[in-house]
């Protein structure tokens, strides 16, 4: 059966606090009957909080979750038409397979013959047969994984929800399971919903794949338009291989990046816009053909990765861009390259600078982010007053000791833009600081943060 | 120096005062007064209808308290051990606590108390006094068990249909089956041997097994209290076979 129209499950402006903790904010979605949905991201993004709400485990502290349009708030997980593959499986160690695999039918006070009818043909589903009186424990991580999907298939859920079901596999069993998984859904027509943190299993799996971040929903779509059409550097960084750089829309089909200009596809940005620009490391060609090359570069480094050589090249203009080919090309040699107007990805800025909300101490101070920081002298802005500061990206100093800095904070996220990299640091308050540097950091490093008296551009907040 | 011969002194301690005694018990069991090999302490137990109906007393006594043991120390052990119900570690250490102070003392005391509210000493407060004394080695080894349960194994009944109900009883009861093993070998075996409580407890009015063989000792008879000790590390090494999951609950006391 092919994924309906019909919705089977709807999320409505869900979200989900653990102490101070926001895991959702405000989610809205839908799964229809028959999809195989993936819910996808790094860890820590709420995917697996939005599963538990869905499975009941959790309730959510706003928003509702409708089944076939019903409200399923205040049903408890064991009555909900739904089974779950576990992370470790949860296979229960003081019965055999067939027990595992019968548990549930037994509670539903199946006739025996029929429990064992329906465990041998679910066993058969996952390849099991013949295991029916071993002991759990002396299986094998792919054997119980296997059970695991029986367990919940045997009890012909509605939907089955898959918790990263193939994380503690190794590669080639995750690879075969994989294939078997999509197999199974396309027998048995049932809703998936798996949760995972691999951007290529969920591109091999899905249906439809939800990416999220930070407990709100980036992106969702095919597997297909995720990747060719990412709508933000998250999406675009998170799923396969890119080149993220910064551009501006001259008009309508045309861009420049890497000043250089572009014809490409997109329309409706408006004039002399500032935007992001995907280009996927094998969307960018080599040529001989000067009448084709569009810009040149020399070669910086070139490595065999299996199927193809992944090289970085220095463009004449500064940037460093990431290609994939089947040729190689020798370090050093000059190249001359072009892209497709169909392969370059336009997308909306975020944001085009820091704006924070502060609060004048004094003359020559505002008080921001948790901490009082140094201005130039303000006029016509009283002690008091409450104020907008802005302040561009590359302003903002980072600085390897936490004490130097004014507040501190931790690298967060970060995006290599061709000749910067642009850095999301998430302050000890909570807030988040973006930063354009040449500077190289890593995730997690811990800075603190200073800024320029002459870069905060202050101007008077409206009471509103 | 070969690292094995660090065991020696442990190996030389254990053959002086675990090997030796056990050995001269049965020496001892099997001899009469002059010393020449004899059955008759053995069989002299089996007609001796005094020995047999305090040794019957004594396993009931000790069946009793080991199932009230159970069933208070069972869902003792389960509100300590749900972090829902029990967010603090004071409320473990008001369980372990009793075990720091001497359990003579402690049964001492409680005779006292008795006395003093005028609760004429019988089986009952014999059953409280053992009940007081061996709750705690009930409790830890079963909340040991319960406290490091995977909770994945609820979640996944729970997912599969079971109510809370259910899930304590297919899951959680199983599960904890180890702890609760080595809960009754800790309980089971040394209530069987008691005779402090009891003394003290009952004023000697209910004779345990561990009774008439300190009486019997005390009165200079030692092939018999030897053949009636002996007779008991049978009967207790029985239980322990009994008890087939003796690598679980091994585990449950770590």
């Given at each position: 059966m092919a994924a309906t129209e019909e919705h089977i499950i709807d999320l409505k402006h869900v979200s989900k606090r653990f102490g101070d903790k926001v895991v959702l904010d405000d989610i809205s979605l839908y799964i229809r009957k028959g999809e195989f949905v993936t819910l996808l991201?790094?860890?820590?993004?709420g995917k697996t909080t939005t599963l538990r709400l869905i499975s009941g485990f959790l309730a959510p502290d706003e928003g509702e979750i409708l089944l076939d349009g019903q409200d399923i708030s205040g049903i408890p997980p064991y009555k909900r038409p739904f089974n779950t593959v576990f992370q470790r499986y949860a296979?229960?160690?003081?019965?055999?397979v067939y027990e595992n695999i019968a548990f549930g039918l037994k509670l539903q006070k199946v006739p025996e013959d029929e429990i064992e009818k329906r465990v041998k043909r679910v066993l058969k589903l996952v390849s099991m047969s013949d295991y029916e009186d071993r002991d759990v424990e002396s299986l094998s991580g792919g054997q119980q994984q296997r059970v695991a999907i029986a367990r919940a298939l045997v009890n012909q859920p509605k939907i089955l929800l898959l918790d990263e079901p193939l994380a503690a596999l190794d590669l080639k069993m995750r690879k075969d399971m994989q294939i078997e998984l999509k197999e199974m859904h396309k027998k048995l027509g049932i809703t998936f919903i798996y949760v995972t943190h691999d951007q290529e299993e969920a591109l091999t799996l899905s249906d439809t794949i939800v990416v999220m971040n930070e407990g709100k929903i980036q992106q969702i779509g095919t597997p297909i338009d995720i990747y060719?059409?990412?709508?933000n550097c998250f999406v675009a960084d998170f799923i396969g291989e890119s080149n993220i750089l910064k551009g501006r829309m001259m008009h309508d089909r045309r861009v420049a990046f890497i000043k250089h200009e572009f014809d490409c596809v997109d329309e409706g940005f408006g004039e002399d816009v500032p935007v992001d620009v995907v280009v996927r490391p094998e969307d960018i060609y080599f040529t001989t053909d000067p009448a084709r090359c569009q810009f040149k570069a020399t070669v910086n480094s070139c490595i065999f990765k299996g199927v193809h050589y992944e090289m970085w090249v220095d463009t004449d203009t500064g940037y460093e861009l990431m290609i994939q080919d089947y040729d190689p090309y020798p370090v050093g040699s000059e190249v001359m390259l072009y892209i497709d107007p169909d392969d370059i990805q336009v997308m909306h800025k975020e944001r085009t600078r820091n704006v924070f909300e502060g609060e004048m101490v004094d003359e020559t101070h505002v008080e921001m982010l948790g901490g009082v920081f140094e201005c130039l002298p303000q006029e016509g802005i009283a002690a008091g007053d409450k104020v907008r500061v802005e302040t561009k990206f590359e302003h903002v100093d980072l600085l390897d000791h936490q004490e130097d800095g004014v507040i501190a904070g931790e690298v967060h996220f970060l995006l290599y833009k061709g000749d910067h990299y642009h850095l999301t640091i998430l302050t000890d308050d909570g807030d988040h600081i973006w930063v354009d540097t040449n500077d190289i950091w890593d995730k997690g490093d811990l800075v603190g943060i200073n800024f320029a008296p002459k870069d905060l551009k202050i101007s008077k907040r409206d009471e509103a | 120096m070969k690292r094995s011969h660090w065991s020696i002194p442990y190996v030389v301690f254990m053959a002086i005062f675990v090997v030796l005694p056990l050995l001269l018990v049965m020496v001892y069991a099997f001899q009469d007064g002059t010393g020449h090999f004899t059955l008759a302490n053995i069989t002299r137990f089996f007609t001796d209808s005094d020995a047999l109906g305090t040794f019957a007393v004594s396993l009931e006594v000790a069946i009793e308290n080991t199932l009230i043991c159970i069933l208070i120390g069972y869902p003792a052990a389960w509100i300590l051990a749900n972090k829902d119900l029990n967010r603090s570690a004071v409320t473990i250490i008001l369980f372990i606590?009793?075990?720091?102070?001497n359990a003579l003392m402690r049964t001492l005391a409680t005779a006292e108390i008795f006395n003093m509210l005028g609760i004429p000493l019988g089986k009952g407060t014999l059953l409280f006094g053992m009940v007081y004394d061996y709750l705690p080695f009930m409790i830890y080894p079963i909340y040991n068990v319960l406290a490091k349960l995977d909770r994945s194994y609820l979640e996944a009944a729970q997912d599969l249909g079971a109510t809370p109900w259910k899930v304590f009883w297919k899951v959680t009861v199983p599960l904890s089956m180890p702890g609760v093993t080595s809960g009754v070998l800790m309980v089971f075996m040394p209530t069987v041997s008691t005779f402090a409580i009891s003394e003290f407890l009952t004023n000697n009015k209910i004779k345990l097994f561990g009774t008439i063989i300190q009486e019997n000792i005390n009165s200079s008879m030692w092939n018999y209290g030897a053949a009636l000790a002996f007779i008991m590390l049978i009967i207790i090494g029985i239980t322990t076979v009994f008890s087939d999951d003796n690598e679980n609950a091994e585990e449950a006391l770590i």
């Open positions: 991201g790094p860890s820590g993004c296979l229960f160690p003081h019965l055999d060719n059409e990412p709508v | 606590m009793p075990m720091w102070i």
